[in-house]
């Protein structure tokens, strides 16, 4: 839903944190779920303590270890996830999409981020102090509610991939990784459901635990089956019911 959101007005306000930071109009984010249920007056005295930042193509919002400063909150734009491992090896650990929260690190014990989060394309944030955390969640239960679930739905989704990644062979994973996406971030094409956001191969062998040559292996094969069409870092989705047999382990 939020994948197409537009990238809101901005008028600006002063905070003790930040010096100039941003206000929002209510009607653009009043439905995003980390603010469902919450009345006027609370917004205003949880957006008085954000900070608005654009971040371009390309750029790093925050660094794997680094001192966790700030929690964000994605209004506009995509970003990846990564993470390195003890071995050294890179991993996408998942793409942040439109009204999502980020960064969270001391809502699961954390005083550093453990993993690099990097603008795919220009993007806007609201990120609050982390210090901030614990006052917001204690004085606003139903923000304090709509930010547990949308953790509780990541942990679920880690699990998941930890699953396929154990139990599935690579053909069924990336089908999972793509449906997903197109799921996430689907646009309507002539192609077909086009995710809107430039997508490597390398990128779906870090999110599948697959190496590059076997994802160029399937998806090219996908392609010339008609399944899905390809470009310099585009995908789209031709055939969807395909690929979710593909997925669901029933193609013969």
């Known amino acids: 839903m939020w ?3 537009r990238a809101p007005a901005l008028l600006p306000l002063n905070t003790p944190e930040y010096g100039v930071t941003l206000r929002l109009d209510h009607s653009l984010i009043s439905d995003l779920p980390v603010f469902a249920g919450l009345s006027s007056e609370e917004l205003d005295t949880i957006l008085a303590r954000a900070h608005a930042r ?3 193509k390309g750029a790093t ?6 001192s966790a ?3 964000f909150l994605l209004l506009h734009g995509r970003l990846r996830v990564t993470q390195l491992t003890p071995h050294g090896e890179q991993i996408v650990v998942r793409f942040v999409s439109p009204g ?3 960064g969270v690190a001391m809502a699961i014990g954390r005083n550093t981020y453990p993993g690099t989060a ?5 993007s806007l944030t609201l990120l609050w102090p982390s210090t901030t955390w614990p006052p917001l969640m204690g004085q606003h239960p139903m923000l304090a509610g709509n930010a547990m679930r949308m953790i509780g739905g990541r942990l679920q989704e880690a699990h998941q991939r930890l699953r396929e990644i154990s139990t599935e062979d690579a053909e069924r994973r990336i089908a999972h990784a793509v449906l997903k996406l197109a799921d996430e971030a689907g646009q309507k094409s002539p192609a077909g459901t086009l995710i809107d956001f430039p997508l490597s191969r390398q990128d779906i062998a870090e999110m599948t635990a697959t190496t590059l040559h076997t994802v160029s292996r399937i ?4 392609e010339a089956a008609g399944i899905i069409e ?4 585009r995908i789209a989705v031709r055939d969807h019911s395909r690929l979710r047999t593909i997925a669901d382990g029933h193609e013969t």
């Open 118 to 122: 990097i603008a795919v394309v220009d």
């Open 61 to 66: 919002v925050f660094s794997q270890n680094e």
């Open 230 to 233: 390809g470009g310099r870092q």
């Open 69 to 71: 400063h700030s929690f």
């Open 219 to 222: 998806i090219s094969a996908w």
């Open 3 to 5: 994948a197409n959101m």
């Open 54 to 56: 654009h971040y371009a």
């Open 100 to 102: 999502d929260l980020f």
